[in-house]
């Protein structure tokens, strides 16, 4: 499995956390679900980090069966689309970066 991560480093005003948090599940959601091939798609909000640790507000993580699947969503008018909707939520509420990370994942029982 491929996971492709979205790792949205910077800020949100406290007093708009819980705005931000629905306008993610609210209008990005919908489309990062729609990317061809997603096979699950996880959004993770900070609620804590060691001291001195750089602020990650939201973490997105999409998986793939493999990297062809990842670069046929890369390539998909999806992709034009969330990337709308992300810049229009992140002007009301995001300052910051985003940047993106490939892994393939292995998994361990304890």
Known sequence: ???RYAM???????????AFRAAV?????PKWRAF???RAVRVG????RDD?????PLIL???????????TALASPVRAESRAATESVLARFFT?????????AESFAP
């Open 52 to 56: 001195g640790a750089p602020a990650f």
């Open 1 to 3: 499995m491929i996971t």
């Open 61 to 71: 993580a999409i998986d793939y069966d493999d990297r062809a699947a990842v670069e």
């Open 96 to 104: 910051g970066r985003i940047h993106h990370h490939v892994t393939e």
């Open 36 to 38: 061809p091939g997603a």
């Open 45 to 48: 909000f900070t609620v804590a």
């Open 25 to 29: 599940r609210a209008e990005l959601v």
């Open 8 to 18: 949205f480093e910077g800020s949100v005003p406290a007093d708009k956390e819980d």
